[in-house]
Structures are given as structure tokens and as C-alpha cells.
């Protein structure tokens, strides 16, 4: 008779590494993470962001490390990173939040502006995954957990995304490059794209009834994602039920991206 072996999506004796965490996406996935049984780093521009999600995530009994870092300054990745090291002894899953965005056609983009979007969402992501993806080969393996976005694939009338679309659709392209080269090091690299979520980031833009509007109207649930919505998905696949997937971007958008 066959044996099964049910998957675990839990994460007790892990050591997450979450960028972007002192606010949106970033602080509901650390806090998904920590809930779910893992230890926690948590990262953000601002060491006080950070503390402020380290002391709500202490709640749940993990141990957690707050640090500040740029995530588009190399120097600042190796420090980061070698303090998460020392602290824990390993990195067992990095999630690339951190990300940032203009709101502005095209055609007034500044160069200054395209640089502050492509350094945090492309440049961040692909060398805070280099970085750390060194530990893990050490220690043996890992999980690296990409956030893009639906703009990475689609476009809507009247909402200029150029810069930002353009970096999330090269996360979900490098998800698949990472995914084929850390294969053999036992590294999963897959990505989640969110759509449209109640965070900083776009809240110029669900605070507009117009735009809430246009953009309910083109997503089939009807609604805007809430944190469990993200928390979900990241931590399934931070845990070892994903294990048979690597290279794949799971959106989760409410349905925007299938119109």
C-alpha cells in the first residue's frame, strides 16, 4: 500500500529575510512569515520601520532581527545580509519586496526617476538575490520568493506605469533565470505578482473614486486584495509544499490578469 506524504506548509526553524517590511506587502509578509513558525529579519530604508514591524512580529514567539538597508546599494545588501547570517547562522528564504514607483507618463520621466525605480526593483532584486543566494549554496539550499507585479504582464488605459511595469516584468523574467542556474544548488526561486492591494504604494490611486472604480471594473473579484491574500501564497511557497516549483510567477491579482 502506497505511503503518502502530505506537504507542510508550515515554517517552524526557518530564517526568512523579508526587504520592503516596515510597511504594505513587506509588513503583512513578515508578520505571514512569523505566524506561520519562522524567524524573521526584517528590512527597510528605515531601521525605525523596521523595529516597528520586529516589535509586532515578537508577538508570535519567533525571534526576529530589524535592519535598515538600501537595497539598491551593493555594500549595503553584504552588510545587511552578513548580520542576518551572523545573528541566525543561515538564510532559509528570501523574499525581494522592497519596490517603488512614478506615477507619470512616459514621456515626462526623468532620468533621475527612471534610476530610483529600476535601481530598488531591478538592480535590488538581482543583487540582494546574488548575495544571499552565496549563503544558501553554502548551507546547502533555500528559497528565493520574488514580489513582481500583475504590470508586469498587462497595461491599462490611462494608468502610466511605464518604468514600473518594465522592472516587474524583468523580476519575472529573472525569476526564471535564477530558477534554472540555483537549480542545482537546491535554491527554488519562484514569484508572486500582486495586483491591486490597500498599501502606500498605490494609494494615491484607490483613493481616487474614478480609478477605483476603472480598476474594480477590470478585476473579476470585485475588490482589492487584503494581507492574507499575500501572506497565503508567499508563505506556501517558502515551504517545502512548493518544493516541485521553481521559475513560476503565481498572480494573485483577482483575476485582472486573465482580461
Not at 519586496?97 to 527612471?114: C, L, R, S
Not at 535590488?124 to 546574488?130: A, D, I, M, P
Not at 516584468?169 to 527554488?188: Q, S
Amino acid at each position: 500500500m502506497e505511503q503518502m506524504q502530505f506537504p507542510k506548509m508550515r515554517l517552524d526553524g526557518h530564517i526568512a529575510l523579508v526587504t520592503g517590511a516596515s510597511r504594505g506587502l513587506g509588513r503583512w509578509i513578515a508578520l505571514g512569515m512569523a505566524n506561520a513558525g519562522s524567524d524573521v529579519v526584517v528590512v527597510s530604508r528605515s531601521l525605525q520601520g523596521s523595529e516597528q514591524t520586529a516589535q509586532e512580529i515578537s508577538k508570535h514567539g519567533v525571534d526576529v532581527l530589524p535592519l535598515a538597508a538600501d537595497v539598491g546599494d551593493i555594500d549595503a545588501i553584504e552588510r545587511m545580509v552578513g548580520q542576518a547570517v551572523e545573528h541566525f547562522g543561515r538564510i532559509d528564504c528570501l523574499v525581494n519586496n522592497a519596490g517603488v514607483n512614478v506615477h507619470k507618463p512616459m514621456i515626462d520621466v526623468t532620468p533621475e526617476e527612471f534610476d530610483f525605480v529600476s535601481r530598488v526593483n531591478f538592480r535590488g532584486v538581482y543583487f540582494t538575490s546574488q548575495i544571499v543566494a552565496k549563503q544558501m549554496i553554502a548551507k546547502g539550499g533555500g528559497r528565493i520568493v520574488n514580489i513582481a507585479s500583475s504590470a508586469g504582464l498587462l497595461l491599462r488605459p490611462e494608468i502610466p506605469n511605464s518604468v514600473y511595469a518594465g522592472t516587474k516584468a524583468a523580476v519575472i523574467m529573472l525569476t526564471k533565470a535564477f530558477a534554472e542556474e540555483l537549480a542545482p544548488h537546491h535554491i527554488n526561486v519562484n514569484a508572486v505578482a500582486p495586483g491591486y492591494f490597500a498599501t502606500p504604494l498605490v494609494k494615491d490611486r484607490i483613493g481616487d473614486p474614478a480609478l477605483l472604480k476603472n480598476i474594480l471594473s477590470l478585476t473579476p473579484l470585485k475588490h482589492i486584495g487584503s494581507p492574507k491574500d499575500i501572506i497565503g501564497p508567499v508563505v506556501f511557497l517558502a515551504s517545502e509544499a512548493s518544493q516541485f516549483m521553481t521559475g513560476q510567477t503565481i498572480f494573485v491579482d483577482g483575476g485582472r490578469s486573465i482580461i
